[in-house]
């Protein structure tokens, strides 16, 4: 994941929740990609540092266990950079320049490295040996990348990578305020260090169904942002929600202050987490660095194999 800082509740119910259930049926290597986040903006680095940290204090809070998984970031393991320039020899530019995020994005980013992210991705997944990635289906192509440089890999010098697959999940669709995906560039989010007043204060000034303006009015809670809400953070929601609103006979004022004291209550065991961890800053240091020395293990491991394979573990061979 891309250091973004504080999460929000759609990372929450898009992908950590996820991982928490993961962590219990596989050994997990989450990586913080700070040099991904270059591509999209190389000049503003100053507060990289700050965005990895809060990053992390949520991963933490929201129940990844270090136990189970080793939680890092990106650029504290060289070998994701030397894996990728050696990808980068097995991939030809027009396969790179017709994937779908190059083109939704090659005209505000038109970078050597944008372009390349996907390979620097496919070294992400390959370092580790990775056999499944959990992500979401927009990044399907990507995942095919990474198999096919494995295969590639595999190929041209021995078998050394699996084939990695994804790992998709059904991911609760969660949109923001102003009815579009929910997203910190958007500022449509409702971030999980809110307090209990800004989380109520947000949720106030979500859209609803343009149709209802009043109580009373008939409701389509099928269109609705907050209804999507409601169907995570509400059990009832089928039988208390959804047909009053269809009738009129709950209003959106209503609707939103009953999901606001539902969400804080689900954030609240997060929250307090977060505070607590907040007080402890070399903490979250150490456990980067744990994580970091063990992906790195893994990792030293892999290029051993890798130069191995292509013969340029020289200085092996003079021994
Ligand atoms: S009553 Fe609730 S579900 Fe229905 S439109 Fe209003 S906010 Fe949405």
């Not at 940290?53 to 650029?75: P, Y």
């Not at 990044?139 to 697959?165: C, G, M, S």
């Not at 394979?309 to 021994?319: C, F, P």
Request: proline content about 5%; some cysteine.
């Amino acid at each position: 994941m891309q250091p973004t800082g504080s999460l929000h509740v759609g990372n929450l119910e898009g992908a950590l929740r996820n991982w928490v259930r993961l962590q219990d049926s596989y050994w997990m290597y989450l990586c913080i990609v700070d040099w991904h986040a270059l591509t999209a903006d190389f000049e503003h680095t100053a507060d990289l540092k700050e965005r990895i940290f809060q990053m992390a204090v949520d991963f933490l809070a929201a129940g990844l266990d270090t136990e189970k998984c080793a939680i890092f970031i990106q650029s504290e393991v060289k070998e994701h950079a030397e894996l990728h320039l050696i990808f980068s020899m097995l991939i030809t530019v027009p396969t790179l320049t017709r994937l779908p995020t190059y083109q939704e994005k090659k005209d505000e980013l038109d970078s050597y490295g944008f372009l390349g992210y996907p390979v620097l991705q496919a070294a992400d997944i390959c370092l580790y040996n990775a056999n499944k990635v959990p992500v979401g289906k927009d990044q399907e192509k990507h995942i095919w990348l990474a198999k096919d440089l494995a295969i590639r890999f595999n190929k041209t010098y021995r078998k050394v990578f699996n084939e990695p697959e994804a790992l998709f999940t059904t991911i609760p669709l969660i949109l923001g305020a102003d009815g579009r995906k929910m997203s910190k560039s958007y500022d449509n989010h409702i971030p999980l260090d809110y307090t209990e007043a800004q989380t109520t204060k947000r949720i106030m000034t979500y859209f609803t169904d343009p149709l209802k303006v009043k109580k009373g009015d008939p409701g389509r809670p099928e269109i609705c942002p907050i209804y999507l809400l409601h169907q995570i953070y509400t059990p009832t929601h089928a039988a208390e929600i959804a047909p009053p609103c269809r009738t009129g006979e709950l209003g959106c004022v209503e609707c939103k202050e009953e999901i606001a004291k539902n969400l804080n209550k689900a954030l609240a065991p997060i929250r307090k987490k977060r505070g607590e961890l907040l007080k402890e800053p070399d903490y979250i240091w150490d456990v980067l660095e744990e994580g970091a020395s063990r992906a790195r293990e893994r990792a030293q491991n892999m290029m051993e194999k890798v130069r191995s394979a292509m013969k340029t573990d020289y200085r092996k061979k003079k021994k």
